[in-house]
């Protein structure tokens, strides 16, 4: 990309050195106007005649000691033989400047420039050749090199203008090609970050008009990106910006890259169009495309959505010749062994998997994963593949999936479950070795997702019930799991405290640059200046964990590698709790049900229809409104009964549970419902009231608890707190738009009677007091507002008396709690994401390392949340599980309510999510722990006043 910006890069950097050059005898002058004439020769793409100047320049650099440019001499040959295409001369020029680099000598900014563009140029050719790992590597060290360059120290603030107009095309195309290498490794959020930094450098331009066409093929880029992660609208709002500037611009070079931009945005759009199947529109740009003038690799991706296109339009013919096209311009831009020939050949394995030729098809996928090896064949087995010899992991995935399919179709699972393996093996490679930032972790979970279910579906054929479970478990939740990992790393391993404290001050910036820009958007201010020093301080962060994978492997292999699930070791753990685990995977046609116990797992596979979804937005609707209407409960009633039919009734085995502890991890939609209201048996219709308290709902029969994965329930890494220490807190609101909480000073002050722990009431429960009165803490209440951002989760927030307590904020608490309680609106619901749950305040406070939190679903009553909360620990305190406490709350609320206030309503809001073993021991409550106490001091005591007396 961008050729003739490779010459304003690497010829910038010399411009800025070149005018401190003396003249002197041969030379100082003659080597100035040997640059000037090499200079010449590439504006007029005189390439050839550059090499035997550049060897004069050379002869020029050594007779004078000018180190500096002798090692711009090697950089320059191998950018010319990269442009020439000879890319084994490109690798022998860099590999002997790196030889030799430790032996130059320069002033330290020569030398930075210098070094930045070795590792630019290497970043360039690694891309070229397919090479995409080494590549990204090379560009983030150029990267590095400078931020190092401009003195930029982590955790300090800095404006991204600072890297200066002078460097200004060399990290335009820089940040360009590292977020373009993003996009390949699935990390679109870096992606957009980069791509965001090098348009602004636009602007530091003040007549920028020679570069329109480079800043259109980045926002067509960017748009590229946008494609990937489903935004349509802003989609478009990219391509219609940089077609917009084709068209305005007088930029000098804009007629000769004018089709090659254009081919990039036809392409894009045809991507677009064949992800939401939209054929004929993909067939309209393809026409576009069809009729540009250009020589250029762009043809390659081209033919290659266009053969998508006839591929999902059933024209296999047709589809074949776009392939030979794509094939042909691929061994012309590339080479046979590229990941681009990879992709070739898996689209030809797609096209005879849809006319049902299935041997094909199978060479053709074996064919693609062995050119994606930098191999040739037709024989590629899953078990001997190794995650490093993959150029294109993402497009490994795709591959693989094709191949699996291919192998399911002739029966053959063992195999298939083989490349499913491989899948998640390459997918925990992404998430933990290249994605850094949690939205693109969260992305790949959604893809991910449909894995597990093909994954799931084949092992149910195969009567694989235990594969079946473990394929459910790698597709859940393993962000939130990464970050307890995170923590267990810290506590373990042997990284030194200053590096901890670098990361550690690090995300504390990036947290404080959030929480000034989300003021800011409040107020309607332009937040780009923030945006930008966010992106950069990611990007340190990210230089950071590179620089502690090198230096630090065994924090980094801990911090990374999560914990296989044991299926023993679950039902071990299950057996000692006394508990049932029902779990769900609710997948594109079916629900897939697991329950395990201490001794069986069992699997159930059930159609999913319309009708599962219309129970649960019935129940949800009715419980949202709680009111006496007759119509409202019987609707109810009939929804919550087919909800006990859909997900619990037919299952075989639960008719035999006798334990009482009932552990749900749900899925997609079926986390909207809290299972206590659902109901066991049906209710007569045609009454002329609404009798809630007759319904006999599960929580009669069952102590229910929620769990994001199974992973957790086995988890021996949790540390406990033997403090049993209470802070709560009920602030009085410094922002007059707040909503006053009549009950939530009463509410923390009664609990707290028993505890005899901290309150933060009113003006004290401050953002400052709150980090400071956390610390030593078991248990957290919080009796107050909470509020749920649902464009951007991550700005979700707990609101304290002066200010906000955010998700991101809440992710970085330090501390050692038990059991967060959060009796405020929402703190259990939030954003779905697929594969990860619901991004909720609960789940925050479960990803910061407590492994017990009480939520809730959704806006609670103020004053019966006192009651039933004040119930819930006078049951802890009892000795009582956590979910026992809750339920039995929950039971004592409907006895004793009167008839209007037993809507599910005023109860069911409050869910128990995590580990649910007791704080104290049965029967050892605050009382008895007193009078144990009283007892030892009247025993020394009266020990006391015997000895004096014997005396």
């Known amino acids: 990309m961008m050729q003739k910006l490779t010459v304003f890069i690497l010829t910038f950097i010399l411009s800025v050195f070149l005018g401190a050059i003396a003249s002197a005898s041969c030379t100082q002058e003659e080597k100035t106007k040997l640059w000037n004439e090499y200079n010449r020769l590439l504006n007029v793409s005189d390439y050839e005649s550059t ?184 989609t478009f709002e990219l391509y219609n910006k940089a077609q917009e500037m084709l068209m305005a611009s007088n930029d000098m070079l804009i007629e000769e890259y004018r089709p090659i931009i254009s081919g990039y945005a036809y392409k894009n759009m045809m991507l677009h169009y064949n992800k939401t199947e939209q054929l004929d529109s993909s067939y309209y740009f393809a026409s576009k495309a069809m009729d540009l003038k250009m020589d250029h690799k762009i043809w390659v991706e081209i033919y290659q959505n266009h053969a998508l296109t006839l591929i999902k339009d059933g024209k296999y013919e047709d589809g074949n010749v776009a392939l030979d096209s794509a094939m042909e311009m691929t061994h012309k831009y590339f080479s046979d062994l590229h990941p681009e020939m990879s992709k070739n050949y898996y689209l030809k394995g797609e096209l005879e998997l849809g006319t049902g030729r299935l041997d094909e098809a199978m060479a053709f996928y074996n064919r693609a994963l062995n050119m994606n090896r930098r191999k040739k064949g ?305 209710f007569p219709k045609g009454n002329n009231e609404a009798k809630y308290h007759k319904l006999d709902y599960l929580v009669n029969d069952f102590n229910i608890s929620y769990q994001y994965s199974s992973h957790l329930i086995q988890n021996k890494q949790i540390q406990k707190n033997n403090s049993k220490e209470f802070l709560g807190v009920a602030p009085v609101f410094a922002d007059p738009e707040i909503r006053p909480l009549k009950n939530n000073r009463k509410e923390v002050e009664n609990i707290n009677v028993e505890y005899l722990g901290e309150n933060l009431l009113g003006v004290e429960a401050s953002y400052a007091n709150f980090q400071k009165s956390i610390a030593g803490k078991s248990i957290v209440h919080f009796a107050t507002h909470a509020i749920f951002n649902d464009e951007i989760p991550l700005d979700s927030r707990i609101e304290l008396a002066d200010t906000s307590l955010y998700i991101y904020e809440i992710f970085s608490l330090e501390h050692d709690l038990q059991l967060a309680v959060m009796s405020a609106c929402q703190t259990a619901s939030g954003n779905q994401r697929k594969g990860e749950g619901v991004v909720s305040l609960a789940r925050a406070f479960f990803q910061s390392g407590c492994p017990s939190v009480v939520a809730s679903l959704w806006d609670v009553s103020d004053y019966k949340a006192a009651d039933i909360m004040a119930d819930f620990h006078s049951n802890l305190l009892e000795g009582k599980r956590k979910d026992e406490a809750l339920a039995q709350a929950k039971r004592n609320y409907l006895e004793n309510a009167i008839s209007k206030n037993t809507h599910p309503f005023f109860w069911a809001g409050f869910i128990a999510v995590g580990q649910t073993d007791a704080i104290l021991e049965q029967g050892k409550g605050w009382g008895t722990y007193a009078l144990m106490a009283a007892g030892i001091l009247l025993f020394i005591l009266m020990g006391y006043f015997f000895f004096k007396k014997s005396k």
């Open 51 to 234: 090499i035997p100047l550049l060897e004069k320049i050379r002869i020029c650099a050594e007779s004078l000691d000018d180190d500096f440019s002798l090692g711009m001499y090697y950089i320059y040959m191998a950018d010319g033989y990269f442009r020439e295409e000879d890319f084994n001369k490109t690798l022998f020029y860099l590999e002997e400047l790196t030889t030799i680099d430790d032996s130059l000598k320069m002033p330290q900014a020569d030398y930075y420039y210098m070094a930045s563009a070795m590792q630019f140029v290497y970043g360039r050719y690694y891309r070229q050749v397919g090479a995409y790992e080494q590549s990204l590597n090379h560009y983030q060290n150029s990267i590095n090199i400078l931020l190092e360059a401009i003195g930029y120290e982590e955790g300090k603030e800095m404006n991204v203008k600072r890297l200066g107009y002078d460097f200004r095309y060399t990290v335009q195309e820089l940040f360009n090609n590292t977020a373009v290498l993003y996009n390949y490794f699935g990390d679109y959020n870096n992606a957009v970050k980069y791509f965001d930094i090098a348009i602004e450098y636009s602007e530091l331009v003040e007549n920028n008009q020679r570069l329109d066409y480079s800043d259109a093929w980045i926002i067509h880029n960017l748009s590229r990106t946008y494609i990937e992660l489903g935004e349509k609208e802003k």
């Open 378 to 682: 037709d024989e590629c087995d899953c078990e001997k593949i190794l995650i490093s010899e993959l150029s294109d992991k993402k497009l490994s995935l795709d591959i693989l999936k094709g191949k699996a399919d291919a192998l399911a179709a002739q029966s053959d699972f063992e195999s298939a479950i083989s490349c499913f393996r491989l899948m998640h093996k390459i997918i925990k490679e992404l998430r933990t070795k290249y994605l850094v930032n949690d939205e693109s972790r969260f992305f790949l979970a959604s893809e991910s997702r449909k894995i597990a279910e093909k994954a799931i579906r084949v092992c149910l054929e195969n009567k694989d019930f235990e594969n079946a479970y473990l394929f459910s478990q790698e597709s859940r939740s393993m962000i939130l799991l990464q970050h307890l990992q995170d923590k267990v790393a810290k506590k373990v391993s042997d990284i030194s405290d200053d590096v901890l404290d670098l990361e550690k001050d690090l995300k504390l910036k990036i947290n404080a640059l959030r929480k000034k820009k989300e003021y800011a958007a409040l107020k309607g201010l332009d937040v780009s200046e923030y945006e930008a020093e966010i992106s950069m301080a990611e990007v340190s962060y990210q230089k950071l964990m590179t620089k502690i994978e090198n230096e630090f492997p065994n924090y980094y292999e801990l911090k990374f590698n999560l914990p296989q699930i044991s299926i023993p070791e679950l039902q071990k753990a299950l057996k000692k709790s006394e508990s049932v685990l029902l779990e769900y995977f609710l997948g594109e046609e079916d629900l897939f049900v697991f329950l395990l116990d201490g001794n069986d797992l069992h699997v159930e596979s059930i159609p999913v229809g319309r009708q599962l979804f219309k129970y649960i937005k019935t129940v949800v609707e009715c419980i949202g409104r709680p009111n006496s209407d007759v119509q409202t409960f019987d609707d109810f009633v009939e929804a919550s009964y087919g909800l006990h039919e859909s997900l619990l009734g037919k299952l075989s085995l639960l008719g035999k549970i006798k334990r009482k502890n009932l552990i749900i991890i749900p899925d997609e939609e079926i986390q909207l419902v809290p299972f206590d209201v659902l109901i066991q048996e049906q």
